[in-house]
Structures are given as C-alpha cells and as structure tokens.
C-alpha cells in the first residue's frame, strides 16, 4: 500500500510540474548612458506580453521580473524624459536566470513635446560618441554564429569589410589594413592580445580566445575613425565588457565539447548582499581526443590551453562600486618531426618547432557617482604579464637537434585609466581622460644565420619605459535629432620620444524616423612592439647599434560617411564609404625590393634599419541588409568594396598583401520551438564566406629552378593574388527546457564542403614546381552545455 501511495505521490508530482508552464526570472539594471547614475522607477515591460507583465527598477536602478515564460523575448524600458529602448533577443532559459543592462538617453524635448519612439537597432554602439563604423557583438550572436566557436573575433568576420588572415587563427583584416593595428580593450583600458597561441611580435589574434561567453558582456567593436578616448589604434577597436554576476541566486553551467572542458559559477558573496561574483575556468581536451584517435591537430604537436577569467563587484553606499576582474591563460603547441628518416622528403622534415604562451591580466575598477547625479568618475588599474617563447631546431639522422631560431619576450605592463565625465544637461556633456602606461620588458631573438654560419642576435634587451596619452571629449545634442560631437587625443611614447595630437569628430543627423546619416573623422596613431625600437645589429668593430630607437608612430586620417535606413522594425541598410591616409608608415631603409613596409605583415619582429617614410591607402563602400531576430529567423548580407595600397620612398603606389578587392558575407539561422509544450528550442544557422584572394609576390619558376632555390619577381610585387576564398559554416543545436535546469547541445562544422583554400605558395625545390600551402578543411565542433 506505501509503494502505491509512493508511486501515486510521485506521478501526481511529476504531472503536476510537466503541466506547468516554464518560466524563469530576468534581472538588471538600468541607468542613464552618460552619468550612469540609477534611474529609479524606470518601467520594464515584456513586449507582447497579455495581461501585461512588468515591473519598475528599484532605488539602485535593478530590476527583477519574475514568471517569464522561457522562449526569446524583447523588452520595452520607459522612464519619464528619457527616449524609449527596446532590447531584442533576450533568450530566457530554465536553467539560470536571463538579465541585461539598459542605457537611456535623455531626451532633449520638454516633456509636453515628448514623442517617445522605441529603438529596435539593437547594431548601434554602446558607446553612443561613436557615430560610424560601429557595431554592438552582443554575447547571443557571438553564441549563435556559424563555426564563431564563442569567439568574438572570429564573429567579427561577418561585419562588413573584416576578414580572417588565415583559418586557424582569429587576427582581423579591417578594410585591407594589417591586423597588427588592431586595438584590444577590457572594461576600459588597453590589454595586452587576449588570444591563445599568439602569432608573434604585434599580433593581435591566436588560434582560439581565452575568453569565454560565459563571461562577456555586450561589447563594442569599431573599424575606422574612433572617438576621442580611443588611443594607440589604427585599423579596429574590439572594447570588451565582462557581465556581473548574479547578486541574488547561485547559478552553474558546465560545458564538454571538442575544442575544450569548461565550467563557470556566479552568485551572491552572501545571501541579501550586493556583492557578487563570476568565474570561469576552460581547458583544452584536444589532447584527451588524439589519444582515442581523433587527429585534429594535423600530425603536429597536440595544442593544449587553459584559462581563468573572472569579474566580482563589490558595490558600497558612499564610496561607489569597486570591480576586481581579471583573465589568465597558458597555451602551448608546435610541429612533429617525422620519426622514420626514411621518409624525409624535404628540408623542411628536418625541422621541428614548439611555442609557449602565457597571459595574465589583473584589473581594479571603480565607479563613483557624484551627489549632484551630473558628474561620474571610473578609474582603471591593470596589471598584466605576457611571455612569448618559440624554439626551433633542426635535426639530423641521429636526431641531434641545433636551435636555429630562439626568442622570449616577457613584458609586465601597469596600466591606470582615469577620467571625469560631466554632463551640463540633456544636451551637453564633457569627458577628460588621462592614461599611463608603464611597460616593463625583457626582450630576447637570436636566429641562425645560414650564410654565415653563424648565430646573430637580434634584440637582448631589458628594462622599462612609460606611454601617456590624454584626452578630451565634448557631445553636443542640438535635439533629438542632431548631435555633434569633437575630440582631441594625445599621445607620448617615452621610448622613442615621440608625441601625436589627433583631433577627432564625430555627427548623426536624424533625417526621418527612419533614416540616419552619419559622420565620423580623425587623427589616429599607434605604436609599434617594443620589440621593434630595440633590435640590434652588428657593427664591423664588434660592437652593437638600435637602428630603430628613433622610429616614430605609424599615423592614419580617417574619414567616414554613413547611412542607414529602417526599412521596417526589423530590416535595416546601412551604407558607409570610407578614406584611410596612412602616413609615417615603417619602411625598410634602401629597400630594393619595395615590399618591406608594416602595412603588409600581420606581425613579426626584425632589426632591419626602418624609416617612417613610408604611405598608404584604403577606401572603399560597405553595404549590410540585416533583419533583426523577428518570427524566429534572422539574416544578414555584407558587401565590401575596396582598395588597399601603399607606397614605399620610390613614390610608386602598389597593392598591400592584404588588398583583397571584395568580401562578402551571408549569414541567417532559424529557431522551431519543440515540445509538447513548445519550451524546447531547435536552431539551424548558416553563415557563408567570400573574398579575394590576398596578395602574393611571384616567384620566378625558371630563375628559381636555375639557383635551386626560390627567387621572386619583386617587379610585379603583390600584383597576382591566390585563388579567391570561399567557406560554408553551419551550426545546429538544440535546447532543452526542464524545470530546474536546461541542456544544449551543439555541432558547428566550419568549411562544411571541405574546400581547400589556398594560405600562399611556395617554391618547392625538391619537386622544382610552384606548391601551395593550404588552410583547414572541414572542422566539427560539438559541444554539450548543462545550466542549473
């Protein structure tokens, strides 16, 4: 009789639970976007939603709303004189509790002259000086991309006029510029490249990011004519933000997937309390697979990695909110040689190579908000620590090894950001801001020389030197229609002594309610690795010289005019034609062969003698048609057209290695809510890739027979191009909606038809035939992910 009263009790549970509707709690807050004080009382309303379901912030700006059925939903925020928001794509899981952080505009209208309009362009920037070439990568994009692996650079690719350098790595080529002027930021300051297995001296991406979704918050990226605060870039700006953690309930997530393990943790320091924290550790299972015979490494050295990233915020009633936030990582990897000798075919089965990577970032932050609700100071301090190690050996049939190549390079780098920003009125605000930078660096490079036979160094150097830059900033709304807003930027490097004033401005006109153009133009400067100041050489009496302690800044005007049209609520074209001026661009002194310039390597290190004489050139029109998620599909189409030149001391304008021409982007997905009860989610999403090729010097296929060994036609220097790029990614996944927790499970296959595109080529002296190197074919990336 109890078993039959215990089955009864169980089913009756079980029923009564599965006939429920699932729903779940959306929290976060709400504030003003220039002074980011607490907008207390603002209305948070659940578009669509009947009766109505909403709620209304509380005095420190956060909401709570309860009893959200568990779908995709969008939410309304209205508070009195401010402009409406709408937020899009808010997915509500089971599992753990949905949230987002809202910025409203003051509007410039008296209140009897209001008329509120709802902002569905969920794109525009979070920044809202940044008036061109601006994109929101919100952390659901990043998730639901194509083969984006939760990476936010490799999602990057897919806004128009941004390519990949190569598939096995993330580094970002903006309108035909050389990634290494890529601009990393964290929580508002400079960090040093957040990637795993970073690609030498200047780079600014690696074979996978060492920061996961599960941490990032909605974050900014710009790809020409920056506002004023953005120092030390030229062609991008990718201004990470790192979510709070829940300061109200404990959550969990843990992910097994191919390319790694990861779990994470978040919740309240103590029940009731404001305090909160987030935390997020990966590591790499590739290793585990190759021993069970699944080879995605290629036959080299398996790539292993690990990272921590975490962010706690301590908020206080008097001395504002201090932040701790931080990311770790270490990454090794490198090539196999081949142990039967007899199958060495070519030079370079000789060869083997490994690379060691660490990275660790230490940040501090505080926000403090003064009585009078119009002025806000947020200051930055971070700490962090790079070490870069690459050997190369050489060995014989005996398998001696001789190093041929070695390098370390250790930086430790203290940073502090700090500025005030005041706001005069709903019109009127100014920002000042300054940033230091102490960089801390023990640099070493030696390489075989094979003519000499003897082995050179090219930098042994250590010791430290300080970068300052400063700025200010003035936004002027004349409406709510029209906003102007100008800048001036500084900046002084004490290695080589040189400084750089860059103003900057910036326009949108609101023509019609549905159509906006937009200005945006500026100085820009950055600086090289300081690698690159202190290589040395030697001299005839033995003794050593820096050639390039003198270089100056790499320096860019940027000019920008946009265009964008709502074509309803949920399609929008926006258009943009652009001019680049690049000026005092690194050049190789008495350069024969005219290709030696920075704007055509992604990174890298030397000692040769450089100038800044050199120049160059990008312009070019971007088209994207994008409709927002809206009956559970999306879409959008990019298209790129553009020039990329330089011009070395002989005055001749050539092709960049990276002027590709075209790009062009494809990508779209559908969700189908399953169920009995519709609360389980199947996604289908595709995104498609094609572009020029990049640009190549030819070799000279009889010279380079006749000299055994390859010779290249530098007279026709980076006028043939490899075959064109063209890749299919596709995702599928699949959510499952329980009670009290929820899984996802999810496969990406990047280049999904297998294509071999081509990285460049080579002359082959064992065959004495023009080969290819070629980049990843097809690559699946399964995951499995349980929240709870």
């Known amino acids: 009789m109890k078993t039959k009263l215990l089955f009864l009790c169980f089913f009756m549970t079980y029923f009564i639970v599965n006939a429920q509707d699932l729903t779940q709690t959306v929290w976060g807050v709400v504030t003003d976007v220039e002074v980011k004080s607490p907008l207390i009382g603002a209305i948070v309303i659940l578009d669509g939603s009947e009766p109505v379901l909403g709620t209304t912030t509380d005095m420190d700006g956060h909401f709570r709303l309860e009893n959200v059925p568990v779908g995709r939903h969008n939410f309304l925020i209205r508070y009195t004189g401010y402009e409406d928001v709408y937020v899009r794509d808010i997915i509500v899981a089971s599992g753990r509790e949905a949230t987002f952080t809202v910025q409203m505009t003051e509007s410039i209208t008296s209140l009897q002259e209001v008329t509120v309009v709802a902002n569905s362009d969920k794109s525009l920037a979070i920044n809202q000086v940044a008036t061109v070439s601006a994109t929101q990568i919100t952390v659901e994009e990043t998730s639901r991309i194509a083969a984006g692996i939760s990476d936010p650079g490799r999602t990057a690719q897919s806004v128009a006029g941004v390519s990949s350098a190569d598939d096995e790595g993330n580094e970002l080529v903006i309108r035909g510029n050389s990634p290494r002027g890529f601009l990393w ?61 829940n300061a109200d309930k404990r959550e969990y997530s843990v992910q097994l997937g191919v390319l790694g393990a990861q779990a994470s943790l978040e919740g309240p320091f103590k029940k009731g309390g404001n305090a909160s924290y987030l935390v997020n550790y990966r590591y790499s299972t590739l290793e585990v697979l190759s021993k069970i015979g699944i080879d995605i490494s290629g036959g080299d050295i398996v790539p292993k990695w690990q990272d921590l990233s975490y962010k706690m915020v301590f908020p206080t009633e008097k001395a504002g909110r201090f932040t701790l936030w931080g990311l770790g990582g270490i990454s090794s990897a490198g090539s196999k040689i081949v142990q039967d000798t007899s199958l060495w075919m070519y030079r370079g089965d000789h060869y083997k190579d490994t690379e060691d990577h660490t990275l660790g970032i230490a940040g501090l932050t505080h926000n403090y908000i003064f009585k009078n609700n119009k002025t806000y100071i947020k200051t930055v301090a971070a700490y962090s620590y790079t070490n870069d190690q690459v050997v190369v050996d050489t ?85 709510n229609n029209f906003e102007v807003n100008a800048g001036l930027h500084y900046t002084f490097m004490a290695v080589n002594d040189d400084v750089a004033f860059e103003p900057r401005l910036g326009a949108r006109w609101k023509a019609t309610p549905k159509s906006t153009f937009n200005f945006g133009a500026g100085l820009h400067s950055r600086v090289e690795p300081i690698s690159l100041y202190l290589g040395q050489r030697q001299k005839e009496d033995g003794s050593y010289e820096q050639p390039n302690l003198g270089l100056g800044l790499t320096k860019a005007a940027h000019i920008v005019l946009g265009f964008n049209l709502e074509l309803s609520r949920d399609i929008r074209l926006k258009t943009e034609v652009y001019y680049q001026y690049l000026y005092n661009v690194p050049v190789k002194t008495g350069d024969t062969t005219n290709i030696f310039s920075a704007l055509n390597f992604s990174s890298g290190f030397t000692n040769e003698p450089l100038v800044n004489d050199g120049t160059g050139r990008n312009y070019g029109v971007e088209v994207t048609l994008q409709k927002f998620f809206s009956n559970q599909w999306y879409g959008f189409a990019t298209a790129s057209l553009f020039q990329s030149k330089y011009t070395m001391p002989d005055n001749v304008e050539r092709n960049t290695a990276f002027n590709s021409n075209y790009i062009f982007n494809v990508v779209g997905g559908k969700e189908w809510k399953v169920g009995k009860r519709k609360t389980n989610v199947f996604g289908a999403n595709v995104r498609g890739i094609l572009r020029g090729g990049y640009r190549t010097v030819p070799i000279n296929l009889q010279a380079s027979i006749d000299q055994n060994g390859e010779v290249l036609d530098y007279d026709q220097a980076y006028e043939t191009k490899v075959p064109d790029y063209f890749r299919i990614d596709i995702g599928v996944s699949y959510r499952k909606n329980l009670p009290t927790w929820s899984w996802v499970l999810s496969l990406d296959i990047q280049n999904v038809t297998g294509r071999l595109n081509v990285y460049n080529e080579y002359y082959s002296s064992e065959r004495n035939v023009v080969d290819y190197n070629y980049m990843n074919g097809l690559i699946p990336i399964l995951n499995y992910r349980v929240e709870f």
């Open 395 to 479: 060995l014989n049939y005996e398998f001696d090894p001789t190093i041929i190549e070695q390098s370390d390079f250790i930086y430790n780098t203290l940073s502090v950001s700090s500025f005030l920003h005041h706001k005069f009125n709903a019109g009127n605000s100014i920002r000042a801001g300054v940033i230091f930078h102490n960089r801390a660096f023990d640099s070493k490079a030696t390489y075989l020389n094979f003519d000499t036979d003897e082995f050179e160094t090219q930098v042994d150097d250590k010791g430290s030197t300080i970068m300052l830059e400063e700025y200010v900033q003035w936004m002027h709304r004349f409406n």
């Open 185 to 245: 930021r964290m929580e508002g300051i400079e960090i040093p490249n957040p990637n795993h297995f970073s690609n030498g001296e200047g780079s600014t991406g690696g074979g996978v990011c060492a920061l996961s979704t599960q941490v990032l918050d909605n974050s900014d990226f710009l790809t020409g004519a920056f506002p004023g605060e953005y120092g030390n870039a030229l062609s991008g700006v990718f201004d990470l933000n790192l979510r709070s953690g």
